[in-house]
């Protein structure tokens, strides 16, 4: 993990900024998880924004486990964030794959679960989450990952609502790296 710099802290406030007047929302809500909310935060208006997407990535980039041979995700959410991630680290003279995780296997052709160049049996891989919020979809990803091979130990969220995810993860043998925390988003949403 990279210590905290200038530049960091530079992309963290452009990036806690799009967060606040493009994903996050106050109401009543639904959230995947069943539960009731007075916040909702949606990345996906920053993420698949060039420019949110490449500061995401920027950001990212800096927590993926050091020997990760490659970011996954469950597919929608991180499939902008795997992808970009990919290309900054690329551009950086990185080699990380990205690879998509299916919610269920394809029903056709080989019926595959996960998407992209496939690394070595045993490889390290680093889970990459738009929001966490009880944990449930990022341990469904680790899970198909594990169960096929592969290591992991670290998930990276841009947005941590704080209702068990870090918890779960622990229970897991997961490090849980939070860009954010709800609390953060909200203020600053409030600020505008």
């Known amino acids: 993990m990279s210590s905290f710099n200038s530049d960091e802290g530079l992309l963290r406030e ?50 993926v486990d050091s020997q990760a041979v490659a970011v996954a995700g469950l597919t929608l959410g991180a499939d902008p964030l795997v992808s970009g991630v990919a290309m900054a680290a690329a551009q950086s003279g990185r080699s990380l794959d990205a690879l998509i995780v299916r919610k269920e296997a394809k029903g056709h052709g080989t019926g595959a679960c996960l998407e992209g160049p496939l690394p070595a049996s045993g490889s390290l891989i680093t889970v990459l989450e738009d929001v966490v919020t009880t944990g449930g979809s990022s341990l469904r990803a680790v899970e198909q990952l594990r169960s096929s091979g592969y290591l992991v130990n670290r998930v990276i969220t841009i947005v941590d609502r704080e209702e068990g995810g870090d918890e779960l993860m622990k229970q897991s043998g997961l490090e849980l790296i939070s860009i954010y925390k709800l609390n953060e988003v909200a203020e600053r949403a409030r600020s505008f």
């Not at 806690?16 to 007047?21: E, H």
């Not at 959230?31 to 420019?51: D, E, I, M, R």
């Open 14 to 63: 452009k990036l806690l900024n799009l967060l606040a007047q493009e994903a996050y929302r106050y109401g009543s809500f639904t959230l995947a998880s069943g539960k009731k909310s007075s916040h909702y935060v949606n990345c996906k208006p920053v993420t698949l924004s060039g420019f949110g997407l490449s500061i995401t990535s920027q950001l990212f980039l800096q927590y």
